[in-house]
């Protein structure tokens, strides 16, 4: 099993758990139903990711096995763009329980810092991109004026009610970070960020560490995740598991040690949480493991940290044209 880190409200959480994005439905329950009986404790799943109905069966399965029980899992879905409303928070996270099985949910996130059109669960779920008939007719995306500071405390509330056991924050820039801190009530536990050495965020990683916010990093593979969708920039780019920088140091540590292992490693020997996502048996304990496989030397630590381009493949920017500047 992963090691645990402590979180600001002093729940632990495993430091690597299985990103659920893009795992197929026809398959999710088996996934996490495999990945608990092979050790994983930490499902990072998402409102947006279409895939909770069977990603609660996957966990019904596993514990009425015996395999697990409840407490023993860290279960973490996010609140989706279209549900910013403080009216409509509640619902979206009702929606995720039911759908999960679970009565809370260990850590659930805002996902990120911009408010969709509100859409009913009945016309859509999981909304996605969609925001109404007439926005869907013109190709854009529906907006609602909602300050973040309400949907944060929308989100306390939560806290408040047992539903969820901390709030996190996603994709938020340091801007962000530290307006929260100044209008929290609960603070947040941790910030999930994309997160990979061409896009190392030192600042961001720093600034959260002081301030004991814990950093979840997602797409530790860089350009791999966004290949399947056919990204121009992830296309164009040098894969990361085929770096020279990357691979010369897995060849360093001997054989049996690959270049996903060095990129995971790289991550948690700074304290960086993460969840990379795999429906392949073998990488799926390969990824779990990392700890046990490798310790990179000071000087490593910092060849890898001097690929970073600051080069982004999830940016609200390219979402239909909408032009979301959030990282500017
Ligand atoms: N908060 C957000 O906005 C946000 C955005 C993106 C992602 N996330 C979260 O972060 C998780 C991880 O990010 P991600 O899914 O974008 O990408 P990722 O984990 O960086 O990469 C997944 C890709 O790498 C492959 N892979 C996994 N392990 C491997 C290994 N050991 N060797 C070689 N290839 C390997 C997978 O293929 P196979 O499946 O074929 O093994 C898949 O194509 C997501 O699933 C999601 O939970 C959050």
């Known amino acids: 099993m992963s090691a645990l880190v402590t979180l600001n409200n002093g729940l632990k959480m495993p430091l690597v758990g299985l990103g659920c994005w893009k ?9 996490i139903y495999n990945a608990i009986k092979l050790g994983y404790r930490l499902f990072d799943g998402a409102t947006d990711y279409g895939n909770e109905v069977e990603f609660g069966q996957g966990i019904k399965r596993a514990i009425d096995e015996n395999i697990v029980k409840r407490s023993d899992l860290f279960i973490v879905s996010k609140l ?13 996270v009702m929606k995720n329980l039911k759908d999960l099985g679970l009565d809370y949910i260990d850590l659930y996130y805002i996902h990120f810092p911009i408010a969709f059109k509100f859409v009913p669960i009945e016309e859509k779920y999981p909304p ?15 907006t ?16 408040d009610e047992g539903l969820i056991k901390s709030i996190g924050i996603s994709n938020y820039n340091g801007g962000l970070v530290y307006d929260v801190l100044n209008y929290c009530r609960i603070k947040p536990v941790a910030l999930q960020v994309e997160h990979h050495p061409y896009l190392t965020q030192s600042n961001l990683v720093e600034f959260c560490k002081k301030n004991h916010i814990q950093v979840v990093a997602y797409s530790s ?7 399947e969708l056919n990204s121009e920039v992830a296309i164009d780019t040098v894969p990361l598991f085929e770096h020279p920088i990357i691979k010369k140091i897995a060849e360093s540590h001997g054989s049996g040690i690959t270049t996903s292992q060095v990129l995971l490693r ?35 630590l910092k060849e ?10 999830n940016n609200p920017w390219d979402w239909m044209n909408m032009k979301f500047p959030i990282f500017a």
Request: glycine share 6%; proline share 4%.
């Open 221 to 227: 593979f860089g350009p791999q995740s966004y290949v």
């Open 144 to 159: 609602e004026r909602v300050g973040l500071a309400d949907t944060y405390h929308a989100m306390e509330s939560l806290v």
């Open 266 to 300: 790289w991550a948690t020997q700074q304290g960086v949480a993460i969840i990379p996502k795999s429906s392949k048996k073998e990488r799926l304990l390969a990824n779990l493991k990392i700890d046990q496989a490798l310790t990179l030397t000071e000087e490593e």
């Open 23 to 31: 795992i197929p439905n026809e398959v999710c329950a088996d996934q």
């Open 80 to 92: 989706w763009n279209s549900f910013h409303h403080p009216d409509h928070v509640k619902l979206n």
């Open 128 to 142: 996605g991109f969609y925001s109404g008939v007439q926005e869907q007719a013109d190709g854009v995306i529906g």
């Open 304 to 313: 890898i940290n001097n690929l970073n381009k600051n080069l982004r493949f």
